[in-house]
């Protein structure tokens, strides 16, 4: 008996396209602008050097005790390649100066910040889809925005 492969609509590929977009490539965009940022042979020191901004955020439960062991692992150096998007990001916009947004900044802003920020938004609201879908016009508008 053959079985039916299940066919997707066009908002459901628009957005499995976005969220491909954020979920795999965006990271790697974002480690290089954190690795240029932070030299990823001295994380430890940077990391310990901020040690009181950090542990700020920490109580503030900004960062999870998972993020916490990834910047102070015991044992070894920390490394840029453990960090997801969440904690480079949270670590640009609390130890650098590049300004990152919780809102969508505005279309003109080709900023770093910017395009960090828009990843941010973007990649807030896919994760916290229930549809799993995305119309034509909120993916014309999506996909150029995050893949600039």
């Known amino acids: 008996m053959a079985s039916s492969v299940p066919v997707l609509s066009r908002e459901e590929t628009n957005f499995?396209?976005?969220a491909?977009?954020?979920i795999r490539?965006?990271?790697k965009a974002v480690r290089?602008?954190?690795n240029r940022?932070?030299?990823?042979?001295?994380?430890k020191s940077i990391f310990s050097k901020n040690w009181t901004k950090l542990d700020k955020l920490k109580k503030k439960h900004v960062l999870t005790q998972t993020q916490w062991s990834l910047l102070f692992p015991s044992g070894y150096d920390p490394k840029s390649n453990d960090f997801d998007?969440?904690?480079m990001v949270c670590l640009l916009r609390n130890l650098s100066t590049i300004t990152i947004q919780?809102?969508?900044p505005q279309p003109a802003d080709m900023s770093e910040g910017a395009a960090v920020s828009r990843?941010?938004?973007y990649r807030n609201q896919i994760a916290h889809s229930d549809s799993g879908a995305m119309s034509d016009a909120d993916f014309n508008t999506t996909f150029p925005a995050v893949s600039k």
């Open 16 to 18: 499995l396209r976005v």
């Open 20 to 22: 491909n977009l954020l």
């Open 25 to 27: 490539l965006s990271p």
């Open 32 to 34: 290089i602008l954190f």
């Open 37 to 43: 940022e932070f030299n990823p042979g001295g994380l």
């Open 85 to 87: 998007l969440t904690l």
């Open 102 to 104: 919780d809102q969508l």
């Open 119 to 121: 990843i941010k938004f």
